[in-house]
């Protein structure tokens, strides 16, 4: 079985506000992090965050800087005082204990008596269009809550505990400069941290912020890049400290689409939004206290607990709510890669999205039909996103999908087109936004149609599954989500994950045909499930008890993904869709068959790891997928989550943990073998796992 | 005699718009550069410039990249695809040829045929506050001009030039997209480079810019880090195409005071002023031309040209001009540093600034008087600067000065005095500008009353030196602008440097005065005047015919700056005042001695390199002080410029031009032994140079 790389845990967490798109990165030992704006990746900052037991000893601090070099050289030409700071003990891992809750992240040390923690609850947001100010400020404000502590009730002399941030390359200020309700720093108009102006703080920012050497009229040295707020804790005591971190993006936020942040509308300043999060801190601490305990009191175990804890915090450092002409405009950026809305993962976060914030969903879809569809010689379609690194590419194109091509970086035009329906059914369906489907009929339709000519322009001649590519690959071919998979998923003609989504397709337009009272297009929904569901059920290898991930070229590999369609039925409680001796009952058969065969060492377990994989001929294997796919499992067929088979969370939990994928906070594609990120870090497609507490 | 420590240059200059406080570096060898906004030293993109013979032969490139590694595989997830771009050859320095004008620099290679430049034209620029529009975009404009060219009139097949900029941390965007009239790539809102759509321009965006293999429907990859534009010389042609290189700031610009940048009034976004730039690209490129010309035709050699020309870049460089409460609020930025406006470089950018924009000066003067003065025990006088890091600090302090200091990071009271009192005198007296003069009366009194009481404040202990330190000190002492010098300079109480200063400062007390009709105070600043240069000769070591730099516990250092203060009476011609035998003439007999005599080997001039140093007893030396008392020297001492002496333009260039200092630009603090930069980098003060120009 899989032994871990490492001891300890070791990996950094996105701390993040919902919709700035900005996060405060930190938890990988050894390693420097902080505050980052749209970045693909943690920031560089050194922070401080310890104790020491009395005014004189060595300063106790979490893992998390590289000693900086000392600028004061700069100033100074003395090449003899460039050095770290000095005078403290970087705390080993066996030293303290981390704790990641759902919207929570904990330190302890010193049996406990030492405690930091950083907060990012989320709940149920009313659409932002119609909030009122005082809900606005709260669900939208861009700041984080954390808060610092020490229990001195046994101790006999007074203890000191530091909290801070240091960037040589970009000196700090000193707030309460321009707020005196406001005691801590920022970096310009961007980012910032602060508590509330009480007795035993003291300001501290030095290029040695532990030994300053040199002290302004207010005790500082604003030229010096590392800063902290002291914070006593007389002995007999215990103190808790609130604090609140902060960022703000003004003016322009994105181009093609020129935009800003929503919550510009309600915060004028940095300090606005850090004076608003000391105020709520207690509501902010006690929501995430609440999400904390759903997560806790959940069936899941402590491993699957902690994969959705983290995956749910990349999401929400991936989020963006934007204003564009006085409406909100939702974007998920895709991780490091930074791509907005990508679609193949905004059909991922649909489960997540519909519980916490549904309106994001509807939001994405209005502008994949207003700006970023398409038609081509086959019909209607979608691009695979609506641009990168904040900018929004122009009407009708992503910024991923090139030309000519047949792997990476081909057009997805079947796999976004089924999103569009899949994400479109389940969000009126879930919601019951009856309206909003009604709407879409248009659209609705000419997706059938699409879904039909892309099968085949002559009707005779369909049998439910994608066989003909977008004119726009040129001489190249269609890909699905997939893309650095092998063959096995990243074909989009002829392929087992793409037809059993399609089935999903098919059957989620039935339903929506028949609630909007298209009746006509409902039964033709209805059969052509129908009829794809036999068609799958001829692909089927009778001999080897599998299917063939692509129904070409005598492919035989094998992937777990035969079932990904089918979680939108379940999702929606279409019973008879996902009984397996209902509708289906044949295909589920033999899908039976083919999970409870994959689901084995050396076919769909890695046979190193025993860590799940996508397909058994690439080693390349995604954690997003891989929750969606248990998820289906576990519910539809439970027979196949053999002991071999649930080993997986705790060998998924032990690859987020270690620096391999640690070092990107969530990472979604890993080695199998290794358990090392291969791509898509920073990411925030994990929270599929959110599906498990259905079960 | 020094030789150089590399066969070729090898520096970056900046190149910089004025008042943008920002800078496209280039020119280290096999160093990356390109845009930054605000920064401390060179950005770290890839440029891309250069040429190739015929459509599938080898880029030949300026060596302004580190072969970037290809961010390909964080989507593929192949770890076999990690390449660098291919087909290029970075051109060693031997292979072409670099020319720094006064507002230009121009690489050449393939015998002169391919041609690049990047131009920064600067000229006299009236009042920001009483520009019309038309002027104010044209001179405040954040843009650079440049060209890139190619002579293919011999030529049988067609030559491809090759301009283009990479960041895999923040891809760029094609301009295309938002404006139909620029065919270029920008990073968000921030930055961008474009020429005129014309034929045979091609634009290219991929992970391997010179190789693309991804292309969407207009022939980019989007998603990928690496930009440029290809232009196409058909054989028997001479084709040259206009770039434009343009940075934008938008929102808050700076906190403490609240601004923005001035030119938002003028351009909307960086769309504007790139179409800008282009449009106006001709009269841009004569005025560089006209700049050019004026240093080439000097009497300047051609080491001194080029300390001139990399100053000046670096100057421009550091400008920024906001809008605070609808007026212009001028600042220099210090170099890596960052400081806002510190005044001893004030002092120093006089002199280029009353040429080029006298207002700057004033502007500069009134917000010292309006914010950042006090009053200590002794009197009136100024912080040493406004701020750092675009955040201007409180009323009445400045970010660097801190208690209790006897070295590095002390107040600057005495120091800053002089430099209100020199600059206001002079801007005054140059510009004519008796109204504003008249307007500081009250200020220039205290000031008068200031200097005194620090010398004493007992009238009747009075001798013209300052010999007692401002309260603010606490139990440090106050230093000079030489803060990382030893003790000869450091020291501001009986310091020579600050003594002589202090004499320039009454010598312009008493015309300004007498000016606004202040009989009485002319009178004494008259008489103070010349008991302080009597003072000063009782200080001379008629045993050793030096002056020591400090006149208390028996130092003996030997320093240059003593005649510093001279250049202002200089500058404004006043005669008697700088005539070796006139009004000062007991004392000029002495300091010509004293310069004869430490303008020698071992002394003041390095025993290795040949270099002057400030002081005997300091290898730390700085170039624009080095400038400024050459000037002195040469106009009031010329005997003294043996040939030793006279080397030292070469031994200061050649610093310049190598990557000791090239690294970080124009650098001002260097060791003198080793030509290697210990402090003040990417720095403004080298202007001073300017001052050669009217000799």
Redesign the interface.
């Known amino acids: 079985m899989h032994a871990p790389l490492f001891p300890h845990d070791s990996y950094h967490t996105q701390h993040s506000p919902l919709g700035a798109f900005a996060s405060f990165s930190i938890g990988l030992v050894d390693s420097p992090g902080g505050f980052g704006q749209s970045l693909?990746g943690a920031a560089k900052q050194n922070v401080y965050i310890g104790f020491r037991a009395a005014a004189h000893s060595e300063w106790q601090l979490l893992p998390f800087l590289t000693p900086p070099k000392s600028k004061e050289?700069?100033?100074?030409?003395?090449?003899g005082v460039v050095q770290p700071p000095r005078g403290f003990n970087s705390l080993p891992p066996s030293d303290y204990e981390r704790t990641l809750g759902w919207a929570s992240d904990t330190w302890r040390a010193d049996t406990s008596r030492f405690g930091f923690s950083l907060l990012s609850p989320f709940t149920e947001i009313p659409d932002p269009a119609k909030l009122n100010k005082a809900s606005a400020r709260f669900h939208l404000a861009p700041q984080l809550s954390g808060w610092i502590e020490y229990d001195n009730r046994t101790g006999t002399a007074p203890v000191q505990l530091i909290f801070g941030v240091g960037d040589s390359?970009?000196?700090l200020?000193p707030l309460s400069?321009?707020n005196p309700h406001l005691i801590g720093f920022?970096s310009?108009?961007a980012y910032g941290y602060a508590t509330k102006p009480t007795r035993g703080i003291e300001l501290r920012q030095g290029f040695d912020v532990l030994n300053p050497k040199?002290?302004?009229?207010r005790g500082l040295?604003?030229?010096a890049g590392e800063t902290a707020l002291i914070f006593t804790v007389p002995a007999g005591q215990r103190r808790r400290f609130p604090l609140a971190l902060g960022f703000y993006a003004?003016?322009?936020a994105t181009?093609?689409l020129t935009t800003t942040y929503f919550y510009t509308q309600y915060f004028r300043?940095l300090e606005e939004v850090l004076v608003h999060g000391l105020a709520q801190h207690g509501r902010y601490t006690k929501l995430a206290a609440q999400r904390d305990r759903e997560l806790a009191k959940s069936q899941l175990d402590a491993d699957q607990k902690f994969l959705l804890a983290q995956a749910t915090h990349s999401y929400l450092g991936s989020t963006q709510l934007l204003l564009h002409k006085g409406q909100p405009l939702w974007s998920v950026n895709e991780g490091?890669?930074?791509?907005i809305n990508t679609f193949d993962l905004t059909v991922d976060h649909l489960f997540f999205e519909l519980t916490w914030h549904p309106w994001a969903v509807r939001n994405a879809l209005d502008l994949f039909v207003r700006r970023y569809s398409y038609t081509d010689q086959l019909g209607l379609s979608f691009t695979h996103d609506m641009g990168?690194?904040?900018?929004f590419?122009?009407a009708g194109?992503s910024?991923?999908?090139?030309?000519?091509?047949k792997?990476?970086?081909s057009h997805m035009t079947m796999e976004q087109l089924l999103n569009w329906v899949l994400c479109a059914c389940t969000y009126a369906e879930h919601t019951g936004d009856r309206a909003w489907l009604r709407a879409q009929k248009k659209t609705l339709l000419a997706c059938a149609d699409s879904l039909h000519h892309r099968d085949d322009p002559d009707p005779k001649k369909r049998d439910g599954i994608l066989k003909h590519d977008s004119s726009?690959v040129g001489d190249g071919a269609e890909i699905t989500t997939y893309?650095?998979?092998d063959v096995s998923l990243g074909q989009a003609r002829n392929n087992l994950y793409l037809s059993v989504k399609t089935l999903a397709a098919w059957v989620l337009l039935e339903k929506a045909f028949d609630q909007i009272g298209l009746k006509k297009s409902a039964i033709d929904a209805a059969s052509t499930a129908d009829i794809l569901a036999h068609t799958l059920t001829t692909k089927f290898e009778t001999d080897t008890g599998f299917f063939p991930a692509v129904f070409e070229a005598g492919n035989h590999s094998r992937i777990l993904p035969a079932v990904e369609g089918f979680v939108y039925p379940l999702f929606l409680g279409y019973e008879d869709e996902v009984n397996p001796t209902g509708r289906f009952a044949p295909l589920f058969t033999q899908l039976r068959q083919h999970i409870a065969q994959a689901l084995q060492p050396g076919v769909c377990l890695d046979a190193t790891s025993g860590g799940w994989k996508m397909s058994s001929t690439s080693k390349?294997t995604w954690f997003s997928k891989i929750a969606l796919a248990q998820h289906v499992i576990r519910q539809i067929f439970p027979k196949a989550m053999t002991a071999a088979a649930r080993q997986g969370d705790r060998v998924h939990a032990d690859w987020q943990r270690q620096p391999g994928c640690g070092v990107d906070a969530m990472c979604d594609?890993i080695w199998s073998d290794t358990g090392i990120t291969?791509?898509s870090?920073y990411y925030p497609r994990g929270v599929t796992a959110f599906l498990w507490l259905r079960e």
Do not use: K, W
């Not at 050289?73 to 090449?79: I, L, V």
């Not at 040199?214 to 009229?217: E, I, L, N, Q």
């Not at 490091?336 to 791509?339: F, K, N, T």
């Open positions: 693909r050289s700069a100033f100074t030409g003395d090449t390359d970009n000196t200020r400069d321009t920022a310009g108009t040199f002290r302004d009229y040295s604003v030229i003004g003016g322009t181009t093609g300043d490091e890669y930074r791509m990168v690194n904040n900018f590419s122009p194109h910024s991923y999908e090139c030309d000519n091509i792997g990476c970086f726009r893309d650095s998979l390349n594609q291969c791509g870090r």
